[in-house]
Protein backbone atom coordinates (compact mmCIF):
# COMPACT_ATOMS: atom_id res chain seq x y z
CA UNK A 1 0.00 0.00 0.00
CA UNK A 2 1.21 3.49 -0.55
CA UNK A 3 0.10 6.57 1.32
CA UNK A 4 -0.33 9.85 0.05
CA UNK A 5 -0.38 12.79 2.33
CA UNK A 6 -1.25 16.59 0.79
CA UNK A 7 -0.26 19.71 2.76
CA UNK A 8 -0.25 23.62 2.09
CA UNK A 9 -3.92 24.07 1.06
CA UNK A 10 -5.22 27.20 1.89
CA UNK A 11 -7.40 30.37 2.36
CA UNK A 12 -5.43 33.30 -0.64
CA UNK A 13 -6.36 36.49 -2.18
CA UNK A 14 -6.76 36.95 -5.87
CA UNK A 15 -3.80 36.96 -7.69
CA UNK A 16 -1.54 35.39 -4.41
CA UNK A 17 0.21 32.08 -4.67
CA UNK A 18 0.67 28.89 -2.71
CA UNK A 19 3.09 25.72 -2.65
CA UNK A 20 1.73 22.47 -2.35
CA UNK A 21 3.12 19.23 -1.31
CA UNK A 22 2.45 15.64 -1.08
CA UNK A 23 4.52 12.79 0.52
CA UNK A 24 4.26 9.39 -0.87
CA UNK A 25 4.65 6.62 1.87
CA UNK A 26 5.06 2.71 2.23
CA UNK A 27 5.77 0.84 -0.54
CA UNK A 28 6.83 3.38 -2.92
CA UNK A 29 9.42 1.43 -5.14
CA UNK A 30 7.23 0.64 -7.86
CA UNK A 31 5.51 3.66 -7.99
CA UNK A 32 6.07 5.81 -11.02
CA UNK A 33 3.97 8.79 -11.52
CA UNK A 34 2.83 10.91 -8.98
CA UNK A 35 0.02 13.69 -10.19
CA UNK A 36 -2.10 16.43 -9.02
CA UNK A 37 -6.28 16.49 -9.51
CA UNK A 38 -8.46 19.15 -8.29
CA UNK A 39 -12.07 19.08 -7.58
CA UNK A 40 -14.61 21.86 -7.22
CA UNK A 41 -17.86 21.57 -5.74
CA UNK A 42 -20.46 20.57 -8.42
CA UNK A 43 -17.62 19.58 -11.02
CA UNK A 44 -15.64 16.88 -12.24
CA UNK A 45 -12.18 16.16 -10.90
CA UNK A 46 -9.42 17.82 -13.08
CA UNK A 47 -6.24 16.47 -13.98
CA UNK A 48 -3.55 19.64 -12.77
CA UNK A 49 -0.10 17.71 -13.75
CA UNK A 50 2.36 14.57 -13.01
CA UNK A 51 5.85 14.01 -13.20
CA UNK A 52 7.39 10.76 -13.78
CA UNK A 53 10.31 8.76 -11.66
CA UNK A 54 12.18 9.74 -14.63
CA UNK A 55 11.98 13.52 -14.45
CA UNK A 56 8.89 14.00 -17.33
CA UNK A 57 6.63 16.30 -16.49
CA UNK A 58 3.29 17.80 -17.42
CA UNK A 59 0.77 20.00 -17.13
CA UNK A 60 -2.58 20.79 -17.90
CA UNK A 61 -3.26 23.74 -20.48
CA UNK A 62 -5.71 25.66 -18.08
CA UNK A 63 -2.87 25.70 -15.88
CA UNK A 64 0.29 26.31 -17.76
CA UNK A 65 2.15 28.96 -17.26
CA UNK A 66 1.01 29.41 -13.57
CA UNK A 67 1.47 25.93 -11.84
CA UNK A 68 4.65 24.12 -11.42
CA UNK A 69 4.90 20.65 -10.84
CA UNK A 70 8.32 19.29 -9.11
CA UNK A 71 9.44 16.39 -7.73
CA UNK A 72 12.07 15.20 -4.98
CA UNK A 73 12.79 11.36 -5.61
CA UNK A 74 14.91 10.41 -2.45
CA UNK A 75 11.41 12.03 -0.16
CA UNK A 76 8.53 10.75 -2.41
CA UNK A 77 7.70 13.76 -2.66
CA UNK A 78 5.94 16.34 -5.21
CA UNK A 79 5.42 19.91 -5.11
CA UNK A 80 2.34 21.76 -6.95
CA UNK A 81 3.36 25.89 -7.23
CA UNK A 82 0.39 27.97 -7.50
CA UNK A 83 0.94 31.51 -8.64
CA UNK A 84 -1.71 34.19 -10.30
CA UNK A 85 -4.17 31.97 -8.79
CA UNK A 86 -8.22 33.27 -8.97
CA UNK A 87 -10.80 32.36 -7.49
CA UNK A 88 -11.91 29.72 -10.24
CA UNK A 89 -8.80 27.98 -8.68
CA UNK A 90 -11.06 27.36 -5.34
CA UNK A 91 -11.24 23.52 -5.08
CA UNK A 92 -9.89 20.47 -3.38
CA UNK A 93 -6.44 19.29 -4.32
CA UNK A 94 -5.34 15.72 -4.34
CA UNK A 95 -2.28 13.89 -4.63
CA UNK A 96 -2.36 10.73 -6.69
CA UNK A 97 0.11 7.77 -7.72
CA UNK A 98 0.31 4.89 -10.08
CA UNK A 99 2.50 1.86 -10.98
CA UNK A 100 4.26 1.77 -13.73
CA UNK A 101 3.30 0.93 -17.11
CA UNK A 102 -0.62 1.70 -15.82
CA UNK A 103 -2.57 3.99 -16.63
CA UNK A 104 -5.12 4.29 -13.84
CA UNK A 105 -4.37 5.75 -10.70
CA UNK A 106 -3.75 3.33 -7.92
CA UNK A 107 -3.59 5.73 -4.99
CA UNK A 108 -5.04 9.00 -3.47
CA UNK A 109 -4.87 11.20 -0.73
CA UNK A 110 -7.60 12.97 1.19
CA UNK A 111 -6.87 16.02 -0.35
CA UNK A 112 -6.12 19.90 0.68
CA UNK A 113 -8.61 22.65 0.05
CA UNK A 114 -7.78 25.89 -1.64
CA UNK A 115 -9.73 28.96 -1.53
CA UNK A 116 -9.43 32.19 -3.15
CA UNK A 117 -11.08 34.57 -2.27
CA UNK A 118 -11.92 37.75 -4.59
Known amino acids: QVQLVESGGGLVQAGGSLRLACAAS????????LSWFRQAPGKQREFLAQ???????GLADSVKGRFTISRINTKNTIYLEMDSLQPDDTAVYYC????????????WGQGTQVTVSS
Open 96 to 107: AARHEGKTEYDF
Open 26 to 33: GSTSHIST
Open 51 to 57: SARGGAT
